[in-house]
């Protein structure tokens, strides 16, 4: 059975830093994984899909790192701002064709 | 492209009162999926339909969960009797067929039984 793990729960970082958020997986048998942001009260945004075959995709200042043998993912936030504030979610997708979500980052980036 | 679309957006009712929430996907996706999330846990699978056929319902907590499709087009779940623990925000979210297409989820409706 597949179980995502992400750390930190919780972040807080000054507006400008640049950080990382991880995600690990038990089960690297994926046919891809995909990066969510969520923010209060609102539904999932897709940031970044990667495919079991890639091992990075980029989109502006947001960079996610595949490493399906160790079974883990990193999502990179440069300079960050208090508009990147939410709940980050890493899903992989198995051979079910289901995702299996981790529980989250809270990312708080303080003006 | 209209992403997906789920209604209503909230809804409160009673204990063993029955609800239904629809879930419009990407026009031309063959697959729909139900996901919730019940308060403090992780977002979960509840069911996928491939067109209008139950590919997988192995999520579906009980039988007072049903989900049907209409024509392989909109989704509705209908919870009867609804019980206090179902409370939470159910997703639904669609891909076009593929293994490797990313999904795409609405904005949820989140239920409060109370």
């Known amino acids: 059975k597949q179980e995502v793990t992400q750390i930190p729960a919780a972040l807080s970082v000054p507006e400008g830093e640049n950080l990382v958020l991880n995600c690990s997986f038990t089960d690297s048998a994926i046919y891809n994984l995909q990066w969510f942001r969520q923010d209060p009260g609102k539904g999932l945004t897709s940031l970044l899909l990667?495919?079991?075959?890639?091992r990075e995709q980029t989109s502006g200042r947001l960079n996610a790192s595949l490493d399906k043998s160790s079974g883990r993912s990193t999502l990179y936030i440069a300079a960050s701002q208090p508009g990147d504030s939410a709940t980050y979610l890493c899903?992989?997708?198995?051979?079910?064709?289901?995702?299996?979500f981790g529980s989250g980052t809270q990312l708080t980036v303080l003006p | 492209e209209a992403g997906v679309t789920q209604f209503p957006s909230h809804s409160v009712i009673e204990k063993g009162q029955t609800v239904t929430l629809r879930c419009d996907p990407i026009?031309?996706?063959?697959?729909l999926y139900w996901y919730r999330r019940v308060m403090g846990k992780e977002i979960k699978f509840l069911l996928h339909?491939?067109?209008?056929?139950?590919?997988?319902e192995s999520g579906m907590p009980n039988n007072r969960f049903l989900a049907e499709r209409t024509g392989g087009t909109y989704s509705t779940l209908k919870v009867q009797p609804a019980e206090l623990e179902d409370s939470g925000v159910y997703f639904c979210?669609?891909?076009?067929f593929g293994t490797g297409d990313g999904y795409t989820f609405g904005s949820g409706t989140r239920l409060t039984v109370v």
């Open positions: 899903a992989v997708k198995g051979s079910a064709r289901q995702l299996t």
């Open positions: 026009s031309g996706h063959d697959n």
């Open positions: 979210a669609s891909s076009h």
């Open positions: 339909f491939v067109k209008e056929s139950k590919q997988d």
């Open positions: 990667i495919q079991s075959s890639q």
